[in-house]
């Protein structure tokens, strides 16, 4: 009921930034949730940044200090900005909403970091 639509990924070089959004559309009636996962090649899923309704925030340790997750509720969208972006932060970039009991991913976004 709920459908997640990422984007801003692309392209960029060691050092460089990116903004990634997904935008929540649908049967919305109380996110708790919204956060970002990424998946390397021949890697795991793993979290990214995540933040509740209520403002807190959770960030993977490999990215504190150089991305920033925020959230518009009133449009229910959430932002990942990437700074300092490193070839290791390459892969895709999933979306994900709770809400109640029900979870929704996104389709993902390539974001490729150069070295």
């Known amino acids: 009921q709920v459908q997640l639509v990422e984007s801003g990924g692309g392209l960029a070089q060691a050092g460089g930034s990116l903004r990634l959004s997904c935008a929540a559309s649908?049967?919305?009636?109380?996110?708790?949730?919204m956060g970002w996962y990424r998946q390397a090649p021949g890697k795991q899923r793993e979290l990214v940044a995540a933040?509740?309704?209520?403002?807190?925030?959770n960030y993977a340790d490999a990215v504190k200090g150089r991305f920033t997750i925020s959230r518009d509720n009133a449009k229910n969208t959430v932002y990942l900005q990437m700074n300092s972006l490193e070839p290791e932060d390459t892969g895709i970039y999933y979306c994900?909403?709770?809400?109640?009991?029900?979870?929704?991913w996104g389709k993902g976004t390539a974001v490729t970091v150069s070295s």
């Open positions: 994900h909403a709770s809400q109640y009991a029900m979870n929704y």
């Open positions: 933040t509740t309704s209520g403002g807190s925030t």
């Open positions: 649908g049967i919305i009636v109380s996110i708790y949730t």
